[in-house]
């Protein structure tokens, strides 16, 4: 397979340096391709704005979405924008990389999403009528392909919990799950977490790596979170709010677009959101 | 009062450019002090990087946290995050102005938190102990303060309602009402969010701007988001979840962290996650 992994942190001899490290070296001696987009390394520019789109006119008003749509199909996005999407269009799998910051991304890989994701590409595409409301949420341009997060955070798993201060952690990260990587058509794999990462030391290290590798080896095997495909019948059209009585009793907020039929014989084995065990935790 | 609006949008001749300008306008007009943080017009830079702290050496190993707590400690954090630092002590309410890309803040915005909020000043703060875990979640620097984000989004309000396939607004909003706002101190109003903004036109501006006008006049009286105390003890530490039976029933995922008792009487007029009615949103 081919794997892209995009690295958003800006010290190689960090965890994170790390692990980038023990992720492409198994996927390498298991006869992957891999190719690292190294934000920091790269200089990636975070902020849309005018640059982006040189063939706009210099008085002309900057609508974001417009530019993007035009510049995507006038082929005029800027040379480090085309690349990434050269890369995201060659990936069968693309890992995102990088430390939990205030709850989210840091900027420089928000500021990726952002660029890349492009009108046309990632948004905006597909036919809307009274059978589908564009490609998306299942459908799109990177339908096919596989997408997981491998993400370090310096608080305690147990902050992270169904019931930790922090929110739970699928909870947290169900924008970028579900919103990010299965809006434009990705399937997405439970996420890597590794916690309380200024503790680990070295005696902490090998058993997160190791995880890591394991990860690495089901990354075509492992079963993606079932989300709800948009345009699969559980949605209305066009308000696109879930069909009544599709969920888990109890279900609602995030956990109301994952597909639990059939749940029982999977539960524990399977990510599910505001509910079950917990899934993959690197960090213990 | 004092007010500080941080702003995200490239373009001034957007709406959003408008909707700053109708909330400067008004809050002028009853007599408030404002400030603006245009960052885009200021050219901020997003990314966290070795840049951030000049006294660390050329070859010392970055460690973000560790980098920011000596820089904020020994007072040689760059000028431009010392100056928002100024503003945000100055500022009796915060506001955060943006448009809503990917289901979060723009890449700048977020790499003003990432830049601003220092270490020893916004997180890192407090004593643990058996009582107490740091002073975060409604304790804080910023504590005494309010603040409140103002939302544009393209898509359909009901594609972000309880059922809807986006997610519900405040949930998706969470992880920055809770974890970025509340997190500091700051007491959190229910955010303002105008939805299809690439529809709304001249005729739907007008009914917005109003709605604006009237929720900067009740930024002092507004009731904020219902968030429980960390240390007001519904939690247990050091696992920082929420003690047994604190919630209502059936109430999960982010729900939990709203303190609802008696909240019968409220319903309707209140914000509240992942149940009730909506609340303030100005596109309709």
């Known amino acids: 397979m081919k794997v892209l992994i995009v690295f958003a942190h800006p010290e190689p001899r960090s965890l ?3 692990l980038l490290d023990v992720a492409v070296s198994e996927l390498k001696r298991l006869g992957h391709d891999v190719q690292v987009s190294d934000l920091y390394a790269q200089g990636w520019k975070s902020e849309v704005g005018r640059g982006d789109f040189p063939s706009l006119g210099q008085s002309e008003r900057l609508k974001p979405a417009a530019a993007s749509k035009q510049a995507f199909e006038a082929g005029t996005l800027t040379s480090d924008v085309k690349a990434e999407i050269e890369k995201l269009l060659w990936a069968d799998v693309l890992i995102l990389q990088f430390p939990l910051w205030w709850f989210s991304m840091p900027a420089i890989l928000k500021g990726w999403v952002d660029r890349v994701f492009a009108y046309g590409f990632a948004y905006g595409v597909g036919e809307h009528s009274d059978k589908r409301w564009g490609d998306r949420y299942g ?14 955070a310096g608080g305690w798993e147990e902050h992270y919990s169904d ?9 947290l990260l169900f924008p970028i799950n579900h919103g990010i990587l299965y809006y434009p058509g990705y399937e997405v794999l439970p996420p890597f977490v590794v916690y309380r990462v200024d503790r680990l030391g070295d005696a902490g290290f090998e058993p997160v790596a190791e995880g890591l590798r394991q990860r690495m080896r089901g990354l075509a095997t492992a079963e993606p979170i079932p989300f709800r495909r948009q345009n699969g019948g559980d949605y209305l059209i066009p308000s696109m709010q879930l069909r009544a009585g599709l969920e888990r009793p109890g279900a609602n907020g995030f956990a109301l677009h994952l597909d639990q039929a059939g749940d029982a014989g999977r539960e524990g084995k399977l990510h599910s ?3 079950s065990p917990r899934h993959a935790c690197g960090g213990r």
């Open 273 to 275: 959101l505001g509910s």
């Open 16 to 18: 994170n340096g790390a």
């Open 139 to 152: 459908d799109g341009t990177l339908k096919g392909k596989r997408a997981m997060l491998v993400v370090t």
């Open 163 to 171: 019931r930790g201060v922090n929110g739970p952690i699928d909870d």
